[in-house]
């Protein structure tokens, strides 16, 4: 079964860090390309970034709003991806989705989301 | 940078068809034909339902179809049944950075 289940979400004061881990399976990760995807509470869809498969050359990209204070890796190895929140602001808070292109130029798997919440 | 622009609510009877709008510019919709739209119930991850603006992934019913004319797709859901009560919304490839973009999303109620 094709699967993302992301983990590392919680509470955490405002200017603090986290990361947030987001597990695949039943795929060939390694040719993945890679996203991240926010939906602050009663808001909708936010595209963050991504990270392309290592034989694109593994680079990333963000949105403006969390440029320089997120950054996405991956491990190939363990069939990993990881988005490092830092700085972190009280807009920040929102259900974190990772999300994949796996059959189309779309959208096509989601995980179920894991929550940050950024306050004091 | 801003999302694509749709209506915040579209309404039907069971039944009937509605149609929802994503209205972008000439460097994400009216540039290429990776549109895609998604479906979300209340406290679930989004679901793939079209991409590549007409394109059905396995599984979603005919009764959802896409277009595009010039910088708006549409999506259409046709004989409007209870479980198509949710909020959809539309995504783009956009050149620079993020790549890809997503509208605001529409609230879609079934009277």
């Known amino acids: 079964e094709v699967q993302l289940v992301e983990s590392g979400g919680g509470l955490v004061n405002p200017g603090g860090s986290l990361r947030l881990s987001c597990a695949a399976s039943g795929f060939t990760f390694s040719n993945a390309f890679m996203s991240w995807v926010r939906q602050a509470p009663g808001k909708g869809l936010e595209c963050l970034g991504h990270?392309?498969?290592?034989?694109?050359?593994?680079?990333?990209d963000y949105a403006a709003p969390v440029k320089g204070r997120f950054t996405i890796s991956r491990d190939d190895s363990t069939n990993t991806v990881y988005l490092q929140l830092s700085r972190l602001k009280s807009e920040d808070t929102a259900v974190y989705y990772c999300?994949?292109?796996?059959?189309?130029?779309?959208?096509?798997?989601w995980g179920r989301g894991t929550m940050v919440t950024v306050s004091s | 940078q801003s999302a694509l622009t749709q209506p915040a609510s579209v309404s039907g009877s069971p039944g009937q068809s509605i149609t929802i709008s994503c209205t972008g510019t000439?460097?994400?919709?009216?540039?290429?034909?990776?549109v895609s739209w998604y479906q979300q119930h209340p406290r679930k991850a989004p679901r793939l339902i079209i991409y590549?603006?007409?394109n059905r992934p396995s599984g979603v019913s005919n009764r959802f179809s896409g277009s595009k004319s010039d910088n708006t797709a549409s999506l259409t859901i046709s004989g409007l049944q209870a479980e198509d009560e949710a909020d959809y919304y539309c995504n783009s490839f956009r050149s620079g950075s993020t790549l890809w973009v997503f509208g605001g999303g529409t609230k879609v109620t079934v009277l």
């Open positions: 990270i392309k498969r290592k034989s694109d050359g593994g680079t990333t």
């Open positions: 999300t994949t292109q796996w059959e189309v130029n779309a959208f096509d798997i």
């Open positions: 590549d603006v007409s």
């Open positions: 000439s460097s994400d919709i009216g540039g290429y034909n990776y």
